[in-house]
């Protein structure tokens, strides 16, 4: 069954913490990407990367980071450089092949007090 | 600077009636657009796309159509179920070095009543 994973489906945090947000898919996609779903602003775009090893900023990368070592894996981490981390974050790859569609995981909800 | 903006934040519809959702965009450089429906705490899932060769493409109950001169595209939803009640993403794919990046709008909640 394949599909992007997202987990955990609610976090909670610290002020100041660093905090990962853990991304997989099965789906032999190569390009993953991380967005931020705020109330009203609809999907705003953080990291994304094309290939293992290769990432680019979105456009609001600041106070975030990203690894992809692995094709399947492509954690976010949220900095406590984040000035509004609490927010509903979401991953997504795509079949570079076809790259028409992007397939959205179920989105982690990060709150932070 | 919004590329792609859907300007009405809600529509109500009656159950069967049509649902009409609107998006509009300023980038030229726009060359494939995607609409994405969303249900509360979920991630989205695509729904209908259409390519700037063509002006309309329907699955279904779904129809999206494309105006490209005025930068403007639809989905028409018919009859609409209350099922159908979700927040719709207007996407959008630029040509070139940047297709691998989707562009969104800020989103429309459907409210479909019975």
């Known amino acids: 069954d394949g599909g992007i994973t997202q987990s955990p489906k609610y976090l909670f945090r610290k002020e100041g913490q660093n905090v990962t947000l853990s991304c997989e898919q099965n789906?032999?996609?190569?390009?993953m990407y991380w967005y931020r779903q705020d109330p009203g602003q609809g999907l705003r775009l953080i990291y994304y990367?094309?290939?293992?090893?290769?990432?680019q900023k979105g456009d609001i990368a600041e106070g975030y980071s990203v690894s992809r070592e692995k094709k399947e894996s492509f954690p976010l981490t949220v900095t406590s450089a984040q000035k509004n981390p609490t927010a509903f974050y979401l991953c997504?790859?795509?079949?570079?092949?076809?790259?028409?569609?992007?397939?959205f995981g179920p989105g982690t909800r990060l709150t932070v007090l | 600077d919004q590329q792609v903006k859907q300007n009405s934040p809600s529509l109500s519809v009656q159950e069967g009636r049509i649902s009409i959702l609107n998006c509009d965009y300023t980038n030229s450089m726009f060359d494939y657009f995607l609409w994405y429906k969303k249900y509360p705490a979920e991630g989205p899932t695509f729904l209908i796309s259409i390519s700037s060769i063509k002006d309309k493409n329907e699955d279904g109950r779904f129809t999206v159509f494309l105006n490209k001169s005025a930068k403007h595209l639809s989905l028409h939803i018919v009859p609409s179920q209350p099922g159908d009640s979700a927040v719709y993403f207007c996407?959008?794919?630029?040509?070139?070095?940047?297709?691998?990046?989707?562009?969104f709008g800020k989103g429309t909640l459907l409210t479909v009543n019975p």
């Open positions: 789906l032999n996609h190569d390009a």
């Open positions: 997504a790859s795509m079949d570079r092949a076809h790259y028409n569609e992007q397939f």
């Open positions: 990367s094309q290939i293992v090893n290769d990432f």
């Open positions: 996407a959008a794919r630029e040509s070139g070095g940047s297709n691998y990046k989707l562009t």
